[in-house]
């Protein structure tokens, strides 16, 4: 009895022990469960906004290469009313609305111009103005941009007889992306023969690596002057085309 | 003689309660919010991930071909070590397209956060998607 009376403080703190890590091990308990089922959607604005002006280059460069490739021109309005309806409902916090306007200027027409020229110079081109306005609590912002996608092609042609209607000839092509040189996905080339487009039998194609090529073959062409044509599909699928009058060596 | 063990009773007593007021006062202090800073570095290197894979359009015609073991394998290099990832497609009705997992390891039990990306394709008829990228620091 004496002892039992003894230890009784003992016994208070090793409870008071137990209690303690009994509560301690109880939240953490609520904490690691917790954490298992914490999923949290984080979105910052200019993450989003730079979201918006790739996506929109995305969607001009599909709509020029779709045009230039035969498409009808009304694919862009259509493409982009659809990405601004996308876009519309994506933002969560706050209300957000994209929109374009076509650039229907001389030279373009509905946002699209396409020039394939006899002169040596053609382009397929994209122009959109947009207007990306944000409002939500803490933000309210209004960002105009323009996209604007552009292949264009230069070419220059030189020929050499080399004897009767047989001809040497040399094709260069310069392929810019937005003014800048780029590669080609395909290139085509072409003589005019009677009126009618012929593609060489035999010609090789020197790429330079900086967007130039040369294409080199030879054929039968009666006619003095030398007309060829080129067709090239740029790495973003979009087409376009030139032609040229050869100049004699 | 007897006093004195009283007083020492009355000063165990007390570092009993001491004891488990300190356990509740460290119960109610623990921190129970989530980790805002690391979520918003994960956030950040999520979304940096998507926008490298999407910025000429490969993360468009990568989901196109339906190449998920690409995709995948694209995260796996642009997403640092000790990051968890899981990527779902969905198209824009909100239907999940992508048929296989893409992911480096099971996020459940995991703080996780979540990323989404809106993209759209380069190709001639273009397609619209909605990713979103779930991520979480490896344990």
Not at chain 1, 16 to 37: D, N, P, R, T, W
Not at chain 1, 223 to 248: H, K, L, M
Not at chain 2, 54 to 76: M, V
């Amino acid at each position: 009895m004496r002892t039992s009376r003894r230890n009784s403080g003992q016994v208070l703190l090793i409870a008071a022990f137990i209690m303690a890590s009994l509560l301690l091990s109880a939240q953490l308990y609520v904490i690691e469960v917790g954490k298992i089922s914490t999923e949290t959607e984080t979105a910052s604005v200019n993450d989003f906004i730079l979201v918006v002006d790739m996506g929109s280059r995305h969607v001009v460069i599909g709509s020029v290469a779709n045009i230039s490739n035969g498409g009808p021109t009304s694919v862009l309005a259509s493409n982009l009313e659809k990405w601004s309806w996308i876009i519309g409902r994506q933002y969560k916090f706050g209300k957000n609305v994209l929109n374009y306007t076509l650039r229907g200027s001389s030279p373009y027409s509905s946002g699209i111009w396409t020039y394939w020229g006899t002169n040596g110079f053609g382009t397929s081109s994209g122009y959109v103005n947009f207007t990306y306005t944000l409002k939500d609590r803490e933000v309210d912002l209004v960002h105009p941009y323009f996209i604007n996608v552009t292949t264009s092609l230069l070419i220059e042609s030189s020929y050499r007889t080399i004897s009767g209607d047989t001809k040497q000839v040399n094709v260069t092509i310069t392929v810019l992306n937005e003014g800048q040189p780029a590669p080609a996905k395909q290139i085509a080339v072409q003589y005019k023969f009677s009126d009618n487009w012929l593609t060489p039998n035999d010609y090789t194609i020197m790429d330079y690596g900086n967007g130039t090529y040369t294409a080199s073959f030879t054929a039968d062409i009666p006619s003095a002057t030398v007309e060829v044509s080129a067709r090239v599909v740029d790495q973003r699928g979009i087409f376009v085309q030139a032609n040229a009058t050869g100049s004699p060596i | 003689m007897f006093n004195r063990k009283g007083q020492i009773r009355i000063i165990e007593a007390f570092f009993s309660i001491a004891v488990v007021f300190s356990v509740l006062l460290i119960s109610v202090t623990f921190p129970s919010q989530p980790d805002l800073t690391g979520q918003t570095q994960l956030a950040n290197l999520g979304m940096q991930a998507l926008m490298q894979l999407d910025g000429n359009g490969t993360l468009g015609n990568l989901i196109l071909q339906e190449n998920w073991t690409a995709i995948k394998t694209c995260l796996d290099v642009l997403l640092p070590l000790g990051v968890s990832y899981n990527l779902t497609v969905y198209d824009e009705s909100m239907l999940q397209i992508n048929s296989q997992a893409i992911q480096n390891s099971n996020l459940q039990g995991h703080e996780a956060v979540s990323v989404e990306h809106v993209c759209a394709t380069q190709s001639t008829n273009t397609e619209f998607f909605i990713l979103r990228l779930q991520l979480a620091w490896a344990q």
